[in-house]
């Protein structure tokens, strides 16, 4: 395997629970009334040190989308997903974002977010009300 090239953010950050590789600045959270299959979900304008897997059509709450699960550069862990199309007129503003689900990533001051018993049994959902 090659050298590993992370990029490094300057300022608050999230990063991944697993191995604390920073993901995303606080400045470009764009929503934080996100939901998914786990819970808490935040949508960010840029997302760094992170990989895409295989595009699909997945449809959402919200109505279906093409998307694209992305997961932490240095440990491989899913950290969430990123819009590549949004097949409504009016869910476009996401294209080219990602979200992260808030129980895969630590916050800026290092908390984890912990689940609660009870999981969403509906599937993924993208509700941003």
């Not at 996100?34 to 059509?57: C, I, M, P, T, W």
């Not at 093409?66 to 476009?92: H, L, M, P």
């Not at 977010?113 to 969403?120: F, G, I, L, P, T």
Request: aromatic share 12%; with cysteine.
């Amino acid at each position: 395997m090659g050298r590993l090239f992370l990029v490094n953010l300057e300022g608050k950050s999230y990063s991944c629970r697993h191995c604390k590789t920073s993901i995303a600045l606080c400045d470009d959270v764009v929503s934080k009334s996100f939901q998914s299959r786990h819970g808490k979900a935040y949508l960010f304008s840029k997302v760094a040190n992170v990989y895409a897997g295989k595009k699909e059509d997945r449809m959402m709450m919200t109505g279906m989308h093409t998307v694209v699960d992305i997961y932490c550069v240095k440990c491989g862990s899913y950290v969430g997903w990123r819009y590549e199309f949004a097949f409504e007129k009016n869910q476009k503003y996401k294209e080219g974002k990602s979200v992260l689900e808030r129980y895969k990533v630590c916050g800026p001051d290092g908390n984890n977010y912990w689940v609660a018993a009870q999981e969403v049994e509906a599937g993924e959902s993208d509700t941003d009300e």
